[in-house]
């Protein structure tokens, strides 16, 4: 692999920009690997690097369906933060935040981490109550956030109407380091990475089936013909109910869709990410001037990856009031996701009934902020058998009544 | 949009008009269950890719719930029954194996 740099950009700049090679390999797939993860998206890819660069677990393929990064990984508003109440959750999220800050270099790739604040709105009495005991949540997990007042807020965000009649800024959950990257460059920086070690990413190579021998997982079968493992590691999101059907198990969860979109770009106008959980919205500015737009999930089953026309409308809606100047701009885009959502809102890292199988799943509409701390945890659970990172993830956790409930605690949109 | 036909009022409901409610025909588990069997009532969902019956509420509308089958990739609506059955009637059934020919109920 060719480092990239600014000697790099120089040297190539000399001759027309004609050297710079492929940035990962397109193999064909070996009849066996050690290790096969379904899902080329960012956990996918996180947890095969990290089994590379952690475990020197190296004989690994990645098998994507479609295109690499091309499902949720490459359809999320990017935000990352770690200001979650519940232990094994603030654990998990400051861990890919913390890994964020140095995955530039770790990686060799500019997933343009952006460290530039993160605030979670609070709009009604009940919620400013809830975020002031996240906060001291917080304090003891050593995550650093603060409450921070309405004047603050008006402060680092001047576009935001702080004394609405019907949802006021009553003050604000602040996460100085917390911020925004670029979504697909996650993905291709732990592709690179990936590739470089010796890995082989199958993209457009569908799992038809699951191959077991007598409890035990011994392969996929797939559109480019049977692959055979000792270790089978599931990172699907949307996906997950179908590849563990193949895999003979059921998992409690609901496949949804989930929204986004970007206005017309402008001027910069806002420098940090802010989210409205009161009225279902969040909102950002990327580098090129498009306001990223995200709200609430459709409640009913989704495979299409197409969301209804009446949630867009909802959280834009509910947005105008906080922020007045959008009402005049243009929407630029709309697409959706499909998300997989638990009985708790929090995502599933465990091992399965299927003996050498892994799944790592349940994200539902906070995965993006997790990959690189997902991938850390899931790459210790499948090369040693456990980790202190997933442990609480189990999915015997709905079983035992031991929820980690981050919906009571987030409201919506975490 | 989604666009349900209430087999309560008769209404063309459209999405706006219902809220959902989730996988239809579970089957209630109450005290003396099994463990296995309370969490497969509570958590584990069929969550299929492909046909659906789920539960509505004809919320701003006749107040009523109905069951629907319904396509979770084309979001073909199969058609929508009465609340108070165990399986959709025949005729919806008939539309969805000309679709599905091997389409088993809770399969």
Redesign the interface.
């Known amino acids: 692999m060719k480092r990239y740099s600014a000697f790099a950009i120089a040297r190539e700049a000399a001759r027309y920009h004609t050297g710079w090679g492929r940035a990962w390999r397109k193999p064909q797939p070996k009849a066996r690997y050690d290790v096969v993860i379904v899902g080329a998206g960012g956990h996918g890819l996180a947890t095969a690097y990290y089994l590379g660069k952690n475990f020197g677990i190296k004989n690994v393929a990645i098998i994507e369906k479609g295109w690499l990064g091309g499902g949720n990984t490459g359809r999320n508003t990017t935000i990352i933060r770690s200001n979650y109440l519940q232990d094994p959750s603030a654990a998990l999220y400051e861990k890919a935040r913390s890994l964020y800050e140095g995955l530039s270099q770790d990686l060799n790739y500019n997933v343009m981490f952006s460290p530039r604040g993160v605030m979670m709105l609070a709009q009604t009495e009940h919620e400013l109550r809830g975020y002031q005991r996240t906060v001291h949540a917080n304090r003891l997990q050593g995550i650093d956030t603060e409450m921070i007042s309405p004047r603050e807020v008006k402060r680092l965000c001047p576009i935001m109407n702080i004394d609405g009649p019907r949802y006021p800024v009553l003050g604000a959950l602040w996460q100085v380091r917390g911020g925004t990257a670029r979504h697909d460059a996650v993905a291709w920086g732990y592709a690179r990475a990936c590739s470089d070690m010796g890995m082989d990413i199958i993209q457009n190579c569908e799992v038809t089936a699951v191959l077991r021998e007598g409890g035990r997982v011994t392969g996929v079968s797939t559109t480019q013909g049977d692959i055979s493992c000792d270790k089978l590691g599931i990172v699907v999101a949307g996906h997950s109910g179908v590849l563990a059907e193949m895999a003979g198990f059921r998992l409690p969860l609901e496949s949804v869709a989930l929204q986004a979109l970007v206005s017309e770009p402008i001027k910069p106008a806002i420098d940090v990410v802010v989210m409205a959980n009161t009225v279902h919205g969040y909102l950002s500015q990327s580098d090129k001037g498009e306001l990223v737009i995200g709200g609430g999930t459709d409640g009913y089953i989704n495979y299409a990856q197409r969301g209804s026309f009446q949630h867009v409308e909802e959280t834009v809606r509910a947005l105008i009031e906080t922020f007045p100047m959008i009402s005049r701009l243009k929407m630029l885009r709309q697409w959706a996701g499909i998300v997989d959502v638990t009985g708790d809102r929090s995502p599933i890292l465990s091992k399965t009934p299927l003996e050498g199988c892994y799944i790592n799943c349940g994200w539902g509409t906070g995965g993006f902020k997790a990959i690189p701390g997902s991938g850390w945890g899931f790459a210790e659970l499948m090369a040693k058998g456990s980790s202190p990172l997933t442990e609480a993830f189990g999915l015997n956790r709905f079983r035992e009544g031991r929820f980690i409930d981050e919906s009571v605690a987030a409201g919506v949109a975490h | ?2 666009t349900l036909p209430c087999p309560c009022c008769g209404a063309d409901a459209a ?2 008009e219902l ?2 409610g ?2 239809a025909h579970l089957k209630r588990e109450g005290p003396g269950a099994s ?2 069997a ?3 009532y ?8 492909g046909v ?1 019956l ?1 539960r509505w509420r004809h919320a701003y509308g006749c107040g009523k719930w109905f069951l629907a089958a ?1 396509d ?4 073909e609506v199969y058609g929508t029954y009465p609340a108070q059955t165990h399986e959709p009637p025949q005729e919806i059934r008939d539309r969805i194996a000309r679709r599905h020919p091997d389409w088993a109920q809770g399969a």
């Open positions: 949009m989604l999405e706006i809220v959902p989730g996988e463990d296995e309370v969490e497969r509570l958590f584990e969902r069929e969550n299929p890719k659906v789920e319904r979770s990739v084309t979001m």
